[in-house]
């Protein structure tokens, strides 16, 4: 499967603990470059401090650690990594908590697949659809 990735030196780690919602999202990467998946915020964390990633996209509620309290662990240490929070329940004060938590940007589900490749290309503008 890797010989078809057109950017293997990209990696895309996606936080998201519902199977259906990582599939979309790895259905539209996977030609593109690498994917990682983590089902909670701390399995997230154990996966960044060892492995390299180039965008993190995570998904705001998660067992074990929501995606604002793993956020804000990640910039403890990496203030530069792009992350996109996303969330199926769009309320301003999850935005606003992302926001303050340092996050780059948010999309809401269910994802639009334009709007998302063309957020994911503002912040990896190598990937091209």
Known sequence: MEENIKHK???ILIAEDEESNF???????????????AM?????????????????LMDIKMPEMNGIDALKEI?????????????????ENDMEAARQAGS????????NIKEFKSM??????????
């Open 40 to 56: 909670t915020g701390k399995e997230l964390l154990e996966i960044y401090k060892k492995e390299h990633a180039d965008l993190i």
């Open 9 to 11: 030196n990209i990696t």
């Open 104 to 111: 780059n940007e948010f999309m809401t589900k269910p994802i």
């Open 75 to 91: 910039r403890k240490f990496d203030k530069d990594i792009p992350i996109i929070m996303q969330s199926a329940y769009a309320f």
């Open 120 to 129: 994911i290309t503002r912040f990896l503008p190598e990937l091209t659809w």
């Open 23 to 37: 599939l979309l999202l790895q259905t539209i990467l996977k030609r593109q470059c690498k994917v990682l998946h």
